[in-house]
């Protein structure tokens, strides 16, 4: 047999990304395609995905070449399930990425295991080594000392030792005298199983009787019976998944004053140690006894200070096999420290809604893909919850993709508790052994929904039948730092044509380019477009023109003012949403015109009043704060602009008694920060929350009646051609927080703008007419969708080296198009970013746009190049 592995070698980037390997005979019948194996690279071992297998005889090879047999596998249950590996190919295609950075994206971090290089002393005799070092180099000599003290040491470690020069030399010298062996190992995976060492009742039935009646016998002999000790409930008992449980007591019927204090245990004097000792035992017994649900594990520590015995009588106990120590796996569930309502009942479902579930997973689906258009508070979780529902019924799992983990809590709750015990949650902020155990869970099949951000799509579900992409515009579903720059909506659409799946993709602002192709019917459009027992909020737009020739120079207009005495005054909540943390965001000589900018970004640093620094948001660079002008030595430096610490300061000292909450990405800088503050402000422990667009996501919070966006014109001067897009898409979701209790909302939008279309339509909660506005221009200029953009980015430290190498690729581009004959395709710079400079490298850019530009991304030699293949964003 023959196996084509894809390995973690270098040959990644070569054309040859699958090396193949003999199967040895007693390996052909646990192989499979998709485990993790070890195979041998060149002087070392390396791991790799089998990809394919065959009983051929006969391979072409390369003059020179041999066949090697592959090593070992490395798990008996494949890592990737054909369907992924027929993703992870279309994923390689599509974004021009090596097959092999695709697979490794699939698979949780850590799980790869790296090899090296370990130099051992051959077992030869003393004259050989006597000879090396006396005429030896002074490195070899040196490195004999390191093997006889130290036994082994890796290659890496001498070259880091010696350089890489000296180091090849010596260990050319060292091969020489055959005093070395060579071998190659594989380091322990940093993801795997955590055990713990636990007790467990082994006696039973008959057995177990016998020796508690002996046991019983021996400690009344001498000691009387002691009262009842009550004693709370330990830390190994698992935690609460639901309400908090009452606090729970665990009876030890043996146990006495005298087992608890140590000075008591003192004035037993000459009482039978016997006695006490089996009444320690029987205890023991007991609570393993009281506590006989597998969930429930006792340490030896945790049992022996509950009951009173000591670690010798412990071990007696197993010595006599009524005890057994024994190492179990403890699973970390994310979840754990979560309350949730378990087991939640279904809600009756709308007209609307039941329309939907049933072109999902009933007889109304027609192998399109489903666009869920519902406004905010329509119910789309509940439809999704009851789809998944019914492929559970029918043996199948199902993802749940949201934009960002941390700030979709509440749907994540929900389905969790809908779903009890059969979730599992997929995300970066996970540790290492949390993403490995519910990877594990999911492979296994112990899992019937997976929920998480985009990598979530690549969990190894067993048996998938439908995949839900919540609040599909996001841009956070995008990959752009490194390659592949894979969209998640469309591996999921691509994943659902693999395994003829339903793929649902839900928001209450489409992205143009989904409600587009719905309009095409290319997609199957399905609107829920009112909401559940709720009306949706009125706007009104303030222009601030107006208030500053009224004479109002305040960021809070005076309208907003009144309402927001109004829902203070009702003891209700309210929302200001600003997407710009900070204080001031311009700090400016009035004298000279000097603006303070970071001196690795060449971007103007914003001032934080919290921590009194000047903040870099690019690259998180910090500086005192500026009391004179670097410039011209004056005091005239004042600062200007605004942020959330900005609006927070106004709003305390306009409404001294209102209890504020700031949520950006200062007060936030975690999940657990983002958890605290929604339940804080979920809790009504405070009035008014301020924030970015993290407040503007999946929040629903009854007792909100009142949004304020501060300014909505902060996006609308970005050179983007999606500006106009995002800026009505934050607007109508952050004005959908308003009013989805029982009390009426509102919402007020500031703006310079107010003629703007993006606003006027946010106005009027008004998809519809923006979709019709905002398609006829990007059909006018081209603009996606249709035509697809490659964005090309240089980075270096020296300014002319961008600049010349964005104008040779703009020449390599030219000369391409036109041998290729690509009509419709032109390119958009070379040009400085809009932000030039960031963390002291100077970038330019290209805009590749065309019909189909796969056939110039094959032939483009860039490899120092970050190439993001559909771009969300040109900035």
Not at 197 to 220: F, G, H, N, S
């Amino acid at each position: 047999m023959l196996a084509d592995v894809l390995t973690s070698a270098a040959s990644w980037l070569g054309e040859r990304s699958m090396l193949t390997y003999v199967v040895p005979e007693e390996l052909v019948a646990e192989l499979q395609v998709g485990q993790l194996v070890a195979v041998p690279y060149g002087e070392r071992l390396v791991e790799g995905i089998v990809w394919t297998t065959s009983l051929d005889e006969w391979v072409e090879l390369e003059p020179g070449d041999e066949l090697r047999p592959l090593h070992t596998i490395l798990d008996p249950l494949p890592a990737l399930q054909p369907y992924q590996m027929a993703l992870a190919q279309w994923l390689a295609d599509y974004y021009v990425t090596p097959l092999a950075y695709v697979a490794q994206m699939m698979l949780p971090p850590g799980l790869m295991q790296r090899s090296r290089a370990v130099l051992r002393l051959a077992d030869h005799d003393g004259k050989m080594l006597d000879t090396a070092l006396q005429e030896g180099s002074l490195q070899l000599r040196a490195l004999i000392g390191l093997l006889l003290s130290e036994g082994s040491i890796d290659v890496e470690r001498v070259k880091e030792l010696l350089g890489p020069k000296q180091a090849k030399a010596v260990l050319k010298e060292a091969r020489s005298h055959e005093l070395f062996l060579q071998n190659s190992e594989l380091d322990a995976p940093r993801a795997k199983a955590r055990f713990k060492r636990v007790v467990r009742l082994l006696a039973k039935d008959t057995v177990l009787d016998e020796w508690r009646a002996r046991m019983t016998i021996l400690a009344e002999r001498n000691a009387p019976l002691a009262p009842v000790q009550i004693i709370p409930d330990h830390i190994m008992r698992p935690r609460s998944r639901g309400k908090k449980d009452a606090q729970k007591t665990l009876v030890n019927p043996w146990a006495s004053p005298e087992a608890v204090s140590a000075t008591a245990t003192l004035e037993l004097g000459k009482r039978d140690k016997e006695s006490l000792r089996a009444q320690h035992q029987l205890a023991a017994v007991d609570l393993l006894l009281h506590n006989s649900d597998e969930q429930v594990h006792w340490s030896a520590n945790a049992l022996c200070k509950a009951s009173g015995m000591t670690q010798a009588q412990l071990q007696q106990l197993v010595k006599e096999q009524i005890l057994v120590l024994e190492e179990i796996e403890v699973r970390r569930d994310p979840l754990a420290s979560r309350a949730l309502a378990l087991g939640t009942t279904p809600l009756e479902l709308t007209p609307d809604q039941q329309h939907a579930v049933n072109c999902i997973v009933g007889d109304e689906y027609d192998g399109r893909p489903i666009l869920l258009h519902g406004i905010t508070g329509s119910g789309k979780t509940e439809v999704y919850l009851q789809a998944l529902a019914a492929i559970i019924e029918q043996g199948q799992q199902g993802i749940i993709l949201v934009p960002e983990i941390a700030l979709t809590t509440q749907a994540v709750l929900r389905v969790a508790g809908r779903f009890p015990e059969r979730v599992a949650i997929i995300h970066s902020e996970l540790s290492i052994g949390e993403r490995y155990d519910e990877w594990r869970r999911i492979r296994s099949g112990e899992v019937d929904v997976v929920i998480g951000s985009r990598s979530a799509l690549f969990a190894p579900l067993p048996n998938p039948g439908l995949i839900i992409i919540d609040e599909e515009h996001e841009a956070a579903y995008k990959q752009g730092e490194r390659r592949p720059t894979y969209h998640a909506r469309h591996a999921a659409l691509m994943l659902g044509e693999i395994l003829h799946i339903p793929i649902v993709l839900g928001s209450a602002t489409p992205a143009l380019e989904s409600f587009y192709r719905a309009r095409q019917g290319i997609y199957h459009l399905v609107e829920l477009r009112g909401r559940i027992n709720a009306s949706l909020p009125p706007v009104e737009v303030v222009d601030l023109r107006n208030e500053l020739h009224a004479g109002n120079t305040s960021i809070i207009s005076r309208r907003l003012q009144e309402e927001l005495t109004q829902v203070l005054e009702r003891q209700q909540q309210a929302i200001l949403f600003l997407n710009r943390r900070g204080a001031a965001s311009c700090i400016l000589c009035r004298d000279c015109g000097y603006t303070v900018m970071c001196d690795r970004c060449d971007i103007p640093m914003t001032y934080h009043s919290t921590e009194h620094i000047l903040l870099c948001h690019y690259c998180g660079r910090q500086n005192k704060v500026v009391q004179f002008c670097p410039q011209c030595k004056s005091s005239g430096i004042r600062y200007f602009g605004l942020g959330t610490e900005k609006i927070q300061e106004t709003i305390q000292r306009l409404f001294p008694q209102a209890r504020l909450l700031r949520w950006d990405r200062d007060t936030a800088r975690n999940r657990r920060a983002h958890e605290q503050l929604l339940d804080s402000f979920a809790n009504r422990e405070a009035d008014i929350l301020i924030g970015t667009q993290m407040i503007a996501k999946g929040l629903d919070l009854p007792g909100v009646t009142l949004v304020g966006v501060v300014s909505a014109d902060i996006a609308l001067a970005l050179p983007d051609y999606a500006t106009t897009e995002r800026t009505f898409t934050l607007l109508t979701q952050v004005a959908g927080r308003a009013g989805r209790g029982t009390e009426a909302g509102k919402v007020i939008i500031q703006t310079f703008n107010p003629q703007h279309f993006s606003i006027e339509t946010a106005s009027h909660h008004d998809y519809h007419s923006f979709y019709e506005l905002e398609i006829a221009s990007r059909q006018l200029y081209r603009y996606p969708p249709f035509r697809h953009f490659v964005k090309f980015t240089y980075s270096h430290e020296n300014q002319q080296r961008s600049k010349n190498e964005a104008i040779q690729l703009y020449e390599q581009l030219h000369q391409w198009i036109e041998r290729l004959g690509l009509e419709d395709t032109d390119i958009v710079g070379p040009a400085p970013a809009l932000m030039e400079r960031v963390r002291n490298k100077y970038r330019w850019q290209l805009i590749a746009r065309g019909p189909d530009l796969h056939r110039l991304l094959r032939v483009i030699d860039a490899p120092d190049w970050e190439i993001d293949i559909d771009p969300v964003s040109t900035l």
